[in-house]
């Protein structure tokens, strides 16, 4: 048959995850917690499947689940979206990130993205006949170029995609980096798509910049999150897109032929457990110090690296250990040395961009764990 999508593969998270399995190697690869959800969130997920929250859920979400995120987000960003026309829950973010770019991008229509990027916004986009315009991120701090940006957009420009903080680099944009993006689309008609999955995951006393406390921002932007990353339970897939009125009704026409609708006993359980903000207020305590003791350990390796500013990935550049490309290396380092990661070359369209020695490894594991990887690592 003739594809729709030429250039893609398998992702790199199911084949690095694949591979780990296969070699029974300490997986560092694709992001997701070694360690337990919260029990008391799990028993509700349990209480809410005991008493019958078994069928569909309304199309936009359960509301209760609504209400709290609501909430949550006018105690964090200061502003109160209407839970009935501004939130919408969806399986992931990733459906999230599938519908906003369905809904708005037009065949021809460009989008700006910044690279390194995640693997799903490129396809997507594709898939839409849009055309995707490329912003590298500088190879050493992995910041925004905002001149760069200026120039790219032009009439045709839709949407504008943005992360932070970054997959896979941490980094994390600032309150001048949102402030300038705001001034650069003043009087533009273009929208945002921002993915704030690692909202909660900022180190060293950063606070996330959202665009939601943006106002001119927040009147254009898709805003998404991810209850998989904030609850270490990436297997629920679960999370939710907030956005002006106008645009929410257009991402819950798409929403609504993907799936219609998301698991019912997890929104209810997690309607519950988003009452008590000592739920997710320490996210950031818990990573730093996870992220602090791996930089610890790497810091008696040969691997070079600068502590990762945000998300539970720290990159490490192994230029003084070999001169293999990231993905062979990713694979050797999996198969004889037996830790796996990610190498960040899938995260490049522009291949050019992509010849660093840099790879991902995912910190949000047990320190048993930590310390079993870098112990292993400390032999090259
Ligand atoms: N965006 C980014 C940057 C991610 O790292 C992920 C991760 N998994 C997603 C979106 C998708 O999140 P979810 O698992 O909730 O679909
Ligand atoms: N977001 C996760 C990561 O970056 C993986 C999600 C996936 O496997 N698609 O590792």
Redesign the pocket.
């Known amino acids: 048959i003739t594809t729709k999508l030429p250039k893609v593969g398998t992702t790199i998270f199911s084949v690095m995850s694949a591979l780990a399995q296969k070699h029974n190697a300490i997986n560092l690869s694709q992001?997701f917690p070694d360690f337990p959800v919260d029990k008391k969130l799990t028993e509700e997920v349990t209480k809410a499947m005991n008493s019958n929250f078994n069928q569909y859920a309304p199309m936009a979400g359960f509301m209760p689940l609504r209400e709290q995120i609501a909430q949550k987000t006018e105690k964090i960003y200061g502003i109160s979206p209407n839970p009935d026309t501004e939130i919408t829950v969806l399986s992931?973010?990733?459906?999230g990130?599938f519908a906003a770019i369905t809904a708005t991008v037009r065949e021809n229509d460009e989008v700006i993205i910044f690279e390194p990027a995640?693997d799903?916004y490129v396809p997507a986009i594709e898939l839409q006949g849009g055309i995707v315009r490329y912003i590298s991120l500088s190879t050493s701090s992995f910041r925004p170029d905002f001149e760069k940006l200026k120039r790219l957009i032009s009439a045709k420009t839709r949407l504008i995609i943005f992360?932070t903080p970054h997959?896979p680099t941490g980094t994390t944009w600032t309150n001048e980096d949102l402030k300038t993006l705001d001034s650069l689309l003043e009087g533009s008609r273009i929208l945002v798509l921002s993915?704030e999955?690692?909202e909660h995951l900022v180190f060293d006393n950063q606070k996330h910049q959202s665009v939601l406390s943006y106002p001119n921002l927040r009147k254009r932007s898709f805003a998404?999150f991810?209850?998989?990353?904030t609850f270490h339970a990436?297997g629920w897939?679960?999370?939710y897109v907030i956005a002006p009125k106008e645009l929410t009704a257009e991402l819950r026409k798409i929403h609504q032929y993907i799936t219609f609708s998301t698991v019912t006993p997890i929104q209810v359980g997690l309607s519950e457990f988003l009452k008590n903000e000592e739920n997710y207020i320490h996210l950031a305590d818990f990573y730093q110090q996870k992220r602090d003791y791996l930089c610890k350990l790497l810091a008696q390796t040969n691997f070079s690296f600068a502590p990762t500013q945000g998300t539970y990935f720290q990159l490490i550049d192994y230029s003084k250990i070999s001169d293999q490309k990231d993905t062979d290396f990713a694979i050797w380092l999996t198969e004889k040395i037996g830790v796996a990661s990610i190498p960040i070359s899938p995260f490049y369209q522009n291949l050019s961009n992509s010849s660093a020695k840099i790879l991902r490894i995912c910190f949000a594991k047990n320190n048993k764990t930590l310390e079993k990887a870098i112990e292993k690592l400390s032999r090259l």
């Open positions: 992001g992931g973010a990733s459906e990130i995640y799903l992360n997959n993915d999955v690692y998404v991810s209850f998989g990353k990436t897939k679960v999370g």
